[in-house]
């Protein structure tokens, strides 16, 4: 692939995706980094992402979350998510059940934690304040990947591939 066909936007991701806000990604990768999170932990939270991505379109009300669903997507044991899940609500005010929240502001870490998400995000070109995770990379993350591979992937994805004006781009 040439140089100039990378720069030519592209409408669809194959397998679709999921716009991932870098503010919540570094609020998740700060605690992952300062050992709050573990790398379960982490998977469990694309997991939820996933999740809440195959509801997408239908009606809240009819939607049911357990944590069987994010046992299989993680290919772990029901009680070990059900402690991640724990830690997420702890950690970084994730809740489950009947409907999800996410992390919607840094400011529900602690001082210490929000400060060092804050410059994390710092780092991040301003146009890349959203960026699409593929469905099928998030699965693949949620089912059984480490620190140093799920750090490779989202570097990668914030650095080179973005969202702007409703397409993605990568370069």
């Known amino acids: 692939m040439t140089t100039g066909q990378q720069d030519q936007p592209s409408p669809v991701i194959p397998g679709r995706y999921v716009k991932i806000d870098s503010m919540e990604l570094c609020c998740v990768w700060t605690l992952a980094r300062a050992g709050r999170l573990r790398a379960l932990d982490v998977r469990v939270w694309l997991a939820t992402l996933e999740a809440r991505e ?3 379109g239908t009606d809240a009300s009819r939607c049911k979350y357990d944590t069987a669903e994010l046992a299989q997507l993680c290919k772990s044991t029901e009680g070990k998510v059900r402690f991640s899940l724990r830690r997420l609500e702890a950690e970084c005010g994730v809740t489950w059940g009947e409907h999800p929240f996410f992390i919607s502001d840094v400011h529900e870490l602690s001082a210490k934690h929000a400060a060092a998400a804050i410059a994390m995000r710092a780092q991040i070109p301003a146009q890349r304040r959203l960026f699409p995770l593929p469905r099928r990379v998030l699965r693949f ?3 059984g990947s480490n620190r140093t591979l799920q750090a490779t992937v989202f570097a990668h994805l914030i650095r080179c ?6 397409r993605w ?3």
């Not at 591939?161 to 409703?166: A, E």
């Open 161 to 166: 591939v973005f969202m702007k004006r409703s």
């Open 54 to 56: 195959r509801r997408k």
């Open 141 to 143: 993350l949620a089912q």
């Open 169 to 171: 781009h990568s370069k």
